[in-house]
């Protein structure tokens, strides 16, 4: 009995039914599961190879072609023999007979007055053009500094080719060992952030992407700080003093950050006037229960946020002056696990979070326009996710791997690949694109 | 001639407003404001009303000076919380050395209370424990304590934060219920982040679920 119990286990746990993990298993109710993967409907390009053995070109190339691979908008293919000819510039005929429809030169810049330009150019193989070009400034001797600015170049090419911008130039705020850290998208760039507190806890970034919130463990408290990324220097946030405040979150224009401020009688909503440093208002009144991680939507007319006052926490929304609150995703009372983490997409359609099946936390997405509830994984504890600035990539806390760490999901494709460098990492957030004089 | 305590009181007024006032202190007892109502409009009009009742008679001095010494604390506390973000000074409770009380009562009072998941109330047979406690805290009025509220590994670590001061509070509203002076109970909540017993089971985690009690001022 019991062997044959293993035998089917064994069979259960056969590579494809691995593979598909997060698309399988039981459905909680009105929950559907899943992600639709169809391959083959998105574009290839391929890096050519530089025409001279200058490192800094490979370099660039290897940056770039990761970064477009990340983007998940392409078949990224390896160039084929005889896919440039004279000067790097590409073999249309060879490349459009591998069905090749993009190709990415990265050449010495033409008129380079100096050392540390490169041109970058988007072929159309079909049509034999260039369809766009950039002079890359590459800073010397900075090496964050080159991939900021490879970064933004694959973020451009991104653009040109699909219409919308990648992410690569962007950055990913975590928690380890109670420290503040941020990574690049494609794992590397990893630095702590000096940080008030022990442990610092839920980072938020401003629009901007110049400021940082976060709480911090002191010891008379848990006030909320808010943090100048180059500067360094610390504000903290009038009436955070006292009580426990946790998940601030900047208004998409950037003038207000709503948080969570707990004490005696619960713990509710309130928004602190950034823009003219003053004025608390407070949003939600409960009394005995929980209100907190507020999310704002991206016209900054509405939070999503989370609720025990029902009972178990759950996923609610109102209007940013505190009117209008109601559930947002369907739950049953008693069945529905804990709903915690919201974020709020940045094309305003789609809010994620994580809900807790069978005790164990997995990401989900909530459609808004019709109110159902997608979940996301299923494989080990998934939780807190985060949206990259395209609204279809998530980053989330996942214990798939056998160690906790940052995962990054593309809801399109259903792609998932962990982020290097983020063992143990806890409450990610991603940031916005950055500005574009620092992505140079 | 201007009191002493105005003279020592005002310039914290004047910096209070400059830095547009704080919530109430949690000791302000404030009613609870309908949503949207900004609470900063009560801290405004209470500032406002406190530098009112400063410019009348005498005849409210006492009041007066209860209002200008909170706003002065608010202040001190406000400044010790920018010191220590500033300074990056590491989370250690303030030690329970020197309590004054014997070994028995130190115990008796230090004893945690433990909570049922996902709940914040005080469980009938905890009440037996914090009942000792009052009986010590009676015993010695000047002693002073702090509540802080833990939570077990599942849930959000943000939620659990929410649910710890929770947790902290309902322990402090039995004690304050029952006669203890709020003044002498301060609460803080670690969430998730300091469990007692790291292991993944159920006995770890209802080992973490629980209020812990220090001596934050002595007996002597």
């Known amino acids: ?440 | 001639m201007m009191p002493r305590y105005w003279r020592v009181a005002a310039p914290a007024l004047v910096l209070l407003a400059a830095a547009c006032t704080p919530k109430p202190t949690p000791s302000a007892a404030t009613p609870v404001p309908p949503p949207a109502a900004p609470s900063t409009a009560a801290a405004d009009s209470a500032a406002a009303a406190a530098a009112a009742a400063a410019r009348r008679d005498s005849l409210a001095a006492q009041a007066r000076a209860d209002s200008l010494a909170r706003a002065a604390l608010a202040l001190s506390h406000a400044d010790s919380v920018k010191t220590q973000v500033q300074g990056q000074s590491a989370d250690t409770a303030p030690a329970a050395t020197a309590s004054g009380l014997s070994a028995a009562d130190a115990a008796t009072l230090a004893d945690a209370i433990h909570f049922d998941y996902d709940r914040a109330d005080v469980a009938a047979g905890d009440q037996a424990r914090l009942d000792r406690k009052l009986a010590i805290l009676a015993a010695h009025p000047r002693l002073a304590i702090q509540i802080a509220g833990n939570c077990d590994e599942r849930g959000s670590t943000e939620y659990n934060l929410a649910l710890g001061e929770r947790r902290a509070a309902a322990a402090k509203r039995y004690l304050v219920a029952h006669g203890v002076a709020e003044g002498r109970i301060a609460i803080v909540s670690y969430g998730k982040e300091h469990p007692l017993d790291p292991g993944h089971d159920e006995g770890a985690w209802a080992k973490n679920r629980r209020d812990d009690f220090v001596v934050s001022r002595g007996a002597n």
């Open chain 1, 1 to 440: 009995m019991t062997g044959r119990l293993l035998l089917a286990a064994l069979l259960l746990a056969s590579p494809a039914a691995a593979r598909a993990q997060d698309s399988l298993g039981p459905a909680p109710n009105g929950v559907r599961v899943g992600i639709t993967y169809t391959p083959g409907t998105r574009p290839s390009v391929t890096v050519l190879p530089a025409p001279a053995a200058l490192a800094v070109l490979d370099s660039v190339r290897a940056i770039l072609r990761r970064d477009l691979d990340y983007s998940d908008r392409f078949e990224v293919v390896a160039a084929p023999s005889g896919a440039t000819g004279q000067g790097g510039a590409p073999n249309y005929q060879a490349l459009n007979a591998l069905g090749t429809d993009f190709a990415v030169a990265v050449l010495p810049a033409v008129d380079a007055s100096g050392a540390g330009q490169v041109e970058v150019q988007l072929h159309d193989v079909r049509t034999g053009t260039v369809r766009n070009r950039l002079t890359l400034h590459l800073p010397g001797g900075n090496g964050e500094a080159v991939r900021a600015a490879v970064h933004g170049a694959a973020d451009d090419v991104v653009r040109w080719a699909t219409g919308s911008a990648g992410i690569a130039a962007t950055s990913i705020l975590f928690v380890a060992d109670g420290r503040l850290w941020r990574v690049d998208p494609d794992g590397a760039g990893v630095a702590m952030i000096p940080s008030a507190g022990r442990p610092t806890l839920s980072p938020a970034w401003s629009p901007d992407t110049r400021t940082i919130a976060y709480t911090a463990f002191v010891p008379s408290g848990r006030p909320l700080v808010i943090q100048d990324l180059a500067t360094g220097s610390r504000q903290v946030v009038p009436g955070s003093e006292y009580g426990v405040n946790i998940t601030p979150e900047f208004s998409p224009d950037g003038k207000q950050l709503a948080f969570a401020h707990g004490d005696e009688n619960g713990t509710d909503i309130y928004l602190y006037d950034v823009a003219r440093h003053c004025c608390v208002t407070r949003l939600t009144v409960g009394r005995y229960y929980d209100n907190l991680s507020p999310t704002w939507s991206p016209d900054g007319q509405r939070l999503a946020f989370i609720s025990s006052r029902a009972g178990s926490p759950q996923l609610y929304v109102m209007s940013a002056d505190g009117s209008g609150q109601e559930a947002l995703a369907h739950f049953d009372f008693g069945s529905t696990g804990q709903t915690n983490g919201p974020e709020w997409s940045p094309d305003g359609q789609a809010v994620a979070f994580h809900r807790e099946v069978g005790g164990v936390p997995q990401v989900f997405v909530l459609d808004l326009a019709n109110r159902a509830v997608r979940q996301i994984t299923g494989d080990g504890r998934n939780e807190d996710p985060s949206w990259a600035p395209d609204g279809r990539h998530l980053t989330f806390v996942s214990s798939r791997g056998g160690v906790r760490q940052l995962w990054i999901v593309d809801l399109e494709t259903g792609r998932m690949r962990p982020l290097a460098n983020t063992v143990g990492a806890r409450l990610p957030a991603w940031s916005p694109r950055q500005s574009s004089a620092e992505a140079g």
